[in-house]
């Protein structure tokens, strides 16, 4: 079965910093592209990031690029995300997903239960 689970999430000032993991099971994760994407309150769900099975191919939304670097483990099966700069419009509850082909972009299958960041002053 798989199974993705967030964490890392919280209440963080603006400009603030935190670190997102996604601890994945139950597929060989080495051998496909992960993803982020987040819901803000009230709005519809937002693509935040892509990367591919081997890490090298990397994507960013125009809203994050440049504050926000994802990465991966492969040996640990965990996906990161690295939120710098943070806004208040960060604010949103933030999903990985798997993809279904080692390359990027080909679309989302599995989703964990997210986790909340929360940016306020």
């Known amino acids: 079965e798989v199974q993705l689970v967030e964490s890392g999430g919280g209440l963080v000032q603006p400009g603030g910093s935190l670190r997102l993991s996604c601890a994945a099971s139950?597929?060989?994760?080495?051998?496909?592209?992960m993803s982020w994407v987040r819901q803000a309150p009230g709005k519809g769900l937002e693509w935040v990031s892509d990367?591919?099975?081997?890490?090298?191919?990397?994507y960013y939304a125009e809203s994050v690029k440049g504050r926000f670097t994802i990465s991966r483990d492969n040996a640990k099966s965990t996906l990161y995300l690295q939120l710098n700069s943070l806004k208040t419009e960060d604010t949103a509850t933030y999903y990985c997903?798997?993809?279904?082909?080692?390359?990027?972009?080909?679309?989302?299958?599995?989703w964990g239960k997210g986790t909340l960041v929360t940016i306020s002053s």
């Open positions: 990367i591919n099975a081997s890490g090298l191919g990397i």
């Open positions: 139950g597929f060989t994760c080495s051998s496909y592209a």
């Open positions: 997903a798997k993809e279904v082909d080692g390359g990027a972009l080909y679309g989302m299958d599995y």
